[in-house]
């Protein structure tokens, strides 16, 4: 995306604690920044990486997403856009449809995807 934009991509990494951090070497102070994300779900990650921008100087300006299907629970507080929009429907486990409820539970998100 920063090549198609003309400017530089920074990245995070996740730290031992659970936070973000910005990769070694790089630095933000003082830049506007633009955060993109693949898929949103919480949008946890992505606050973290707003986070560790601000923590290192640099202002976050608004959020890009291609999928957004966080139901309305990604709440930041700059401005954002998505590419796409999913409303998915989530149950509570004591409310689930006999068809869901035969299915095994498996890890949230797409870390495992395909495992």
Known sequence: MAGQLGTLAYLTEKTADGGMELRRGLDVKGKRVLLIEDIVTTGGSIIKAAEAVRAAGG??????ILVD??????????????LIT??????QPDNLPDWLAKIP???????????
């Open 69 to 82: 299907r966080s139901s309305g629970r990604f709440k930041p507080d700059a401005p954002f856009e998505a």
């Open 59 to 64: 202002e976050v300006v608004a959020f890009a």
């Open 86 to 91: 999913l409303e998915i429907e989530s149950f």
């Open 105 to 115: 539970i498996r890890e949230p998100g797409s870390k495992h995807a395909g495992n």
